[in-house]
C-alpha cells in the first residue's frame, strides 16, 4: 500500500512539476503571454513568482519599445526644427544677394537672418542639454533658494508678454521664505519653460492659477491653465518628453 501510495503521489508531484517547467520555459522563450492555469500543488508559490516576473519582463519591454519611439520622434522633431531657421537663412542669404537690394531692404534681411540664427543657435544648446541629461552628465550646484520668491521673480519676467496674451495670473502663495537646496539655475529654468509654454498655448482671456502649498518637509508647487486648442493625446503621455499636446502642429514646440 505504501508503494502504491508514494507512486501515485511521486507522479503527481512530477505532473505539477511539468507544468512549473512549461510555463517557465514558455516565458524563457520571450512569451509574455503565457497564461499560467491549472492546479500546481506544491509549486503554486512558482506561479505568483512567475507571475511577477513575466510583469517586469512585459514592462521593461514596454519601456524600451517606448524608448525608441521617443528615440524616433526626437530625430523627426529635432531634424524639422533645425531645417526651418536653415532654410529661412540659406533665403535670406540669397535674397541679400541679389542686385539691387536697397539699404532698408538689406537692414531688414540682416535682423531676420540675426533672429533666424539666435534660434538656430538656442535650439543646438537645447539639443545639446537633453544629449547631457540622457547620458547622465548634468551637475547640479545647490544653494539655498527661496522657492516662493523664485516663483515670483520668474513671472515678473514675463509679465508684459502675459498681459499682451490677456492671461490673468492669480497667485496663493505663503508670504513666508521656504527655503530649499536647489541648482538656482536649473529650477529657474522649469518655471522659465512652464510660464512660456502657458503664455504661447493658453486660451486667451482665461486665468491661470499659480499655487505654491507647503507640505511638511516638502512643498508643492501647481500652475493650472486652460488649453488654448483641445487636447488630442492621452492625458498620462503629457509629461514625456517631445510630446506635444497638438499632435498635428507643426511649428516649434
Not at 38 to 50: P, Q, V
Not at 132 to 157: M, P, T
Not at 232 to 250: C, H, I, K, Q
Request: charged share 30%.
Amino acid at each position: 500500500w505504501l508503494y502504491f501510495f508514494l507512486r501515485k503521489r511521486i507522479r503527481i508531484v512530477q505532473e505539477k512539476y511539468a507544468l512549473l517547467l512549461d510555463a517557465t520555459r514558455s516565458v524563457a522563450d520571450g512569451n509574455l503571454q503565457t497564461a499560467f492555469t491549472g492546479d500546481w500543488g506544491m509549486f503554486t508559490s512558482f506561479k505568483e513568482e512567475l507571475s511577477e516576473i513575466q510583469a517586469g519582463f512585459s514592462r521593461a519591454v514596454e519601456e524600451e519599445v517606448k524608448s525608441q519611439r521617443m528615440r524616433t520622434e526626437l530625430i523627426t522633431n529635432v531634424s524639422h526644427d533645425l531645417k526651418t531657421p536653415l532654410t529661412a537663412i540659406i533665403t535670406y542669404i540669397d535674397l541679400l544677394q541679389e542686385e539691387g537690394v536697397t539699404r532698408q531692404q538689406r537692414k531688414e534681411y540682416l535682423a531676420v537672418l540675426e533672429r533666424k540664427s539666435l534660434r538656430l543657435k538656442a535650439l543646438i544648446e537645447d539639443l545639446f542639454e537633453v544629449s547631457k541629461a540622457s547620458s547622465g552628465n548634468v551637475s547640479f550646484h545647490k544653494e539655498k533658494v527661496d522657492i516662493c520668491n523664485l516663483v515670483r521673480q520668474v513671472y515678473l519676467e514675463y509679465e508684459d508678454r502675459a498681459e499682451e496674451a490677456d492671461l490673468t495670473f492669480r497667485f496663493t502663495i505663503p508670504e513666508k521664505k521656504l527655503f530649499f537646496m536647489l541648482d538656482g539655475e536649473k529650477t529657474c529654468r522649469i518655471f522659465d519653460n512652464l510660464y512660456t509654454n502657458i503664455i504661447k498655448y493658453a486660451m486667451p482671456h482665461t486665468r491661470v492659477y499659480v499655487t505654491v502649498e507647503e507640505q511638511e518637509d516638502e512643498v508643492s508647487v501647481e500652475l493650472k491653465n486652460i488649453s488654448g486648442s483641445e487636447l488630442n493625446v492621452p492625458p498620462e503621455s503629457l509629461t514625456d518628453r517631445f510630446v506635444r499636446g497638438d499632435s498635428a502642429r507643426s511649428t516649434e514646440g
